[in-house]
């Protein structure tokens, strides 16, 4: 069965310290790959995706996200992160082959100051 | 301009009720869904609609009805809302296989 692992259930890092929010799937052929963040209460957000071409995808508010192909993996990463960063994080997954996207469970990021 | 609309942001009911939720958006999309968030944050496809064709009917239970009565709109009607029920429903529209926008949610909570 196809599926996205967010091995973590919650990720706590100091204000201005290095984060990674990891993301792994099991989905046949190349995937689209996305990350999405929701604030509380609030809906979700798109933050970047990769499709194709450099492995280093560049998205909002700072984030990036480092595609491995030989490790099925996704991870989302900042250099220094912020208070405001602490939210919700999703990751997803598209085969090529249908609309749908498969979710992760989602990771509970907290910045502290 | 808000770009994905639902209402009501906040839905308090009794089980047994029947009710209905509304999407809007205009971005042009082609493609609309219905998304459900349990109380652990774990998120699921309901429904997704094409061109008012639907597309995607996970397995939920025929108490629930989506309609689209054009692209820009898809609307989720509850029979008979039960204790389970409760959750925040999100919709999504996006260009066909495109980058999803969601909506702001609706709580809905069955007493």
């Known amino acids: 069965a196809q599926s996205v692992a967010q091995p973590e259930d919650q990720v706590n890092v100091a204000e201005g310290n290095p984060l990674t929010v990891k993301c792994t799937y099991s989905v046949s052929g190349n995937p689209y790959l996305f990350w999405y963040v929701q604030y509380p209460n609030r809906g979700l957000q798109f933050l970047l995706k990769y499709i194709t071409g450099d492995n280093l995808v560049k998205g909002s508010y700072g984030f990036e996200a480092e595609f491995n192909k030989s490790q099925t993996s996704f991870h989302l990463k900042k250099p220094s992160a912020l208070v405001s960063d602490s939210a919700l994080y999703f990751c997803?997954?598209?085969?090529?082959?249908?609309?749908?996207?498969?979710w992760g469970a989602g990771t509970k990021l907290i910045i502290k100051p | 301009d808000t770009a994905v609309s639902q209402t009501p942001k906040y839905l308090v009911t009794q089980m047994g009720n029947d009710k209905s939720i509304k999407c809007e958006q205009n971005?042009?999309?082609?493609?609309m869904y219905w998304y459900k968030q349990d109380s652990k944050k774990f998120l699921k496809i309901m429904f997704s609609?094409?061109?008012?064709?639907?597309?995607i009917n996970e397995t939920v239970p025929n108490r629930f009805s989506p309609k689209s009565p054009d692209k820009a709109h898809l609307n989720l009607h509850i029979n008979s809302l039960e204790l389970g029920d409760s959750a925040v429903y999100f919709c999504a529209s996006s260009q066909v296989a495109g980058d999803q926008y969601f909506g702001p949610g609706t709580r809905l909570l069955v007493l």
């Open positions: 971005l042009g999309h082609d493609t």
């Open positions: 997803a997954v598209r085969p090529q082959s249908n609309y749908q996207l498969i």
């Open positions: 609609y094409n061109n008012k064709e639907l597309i």
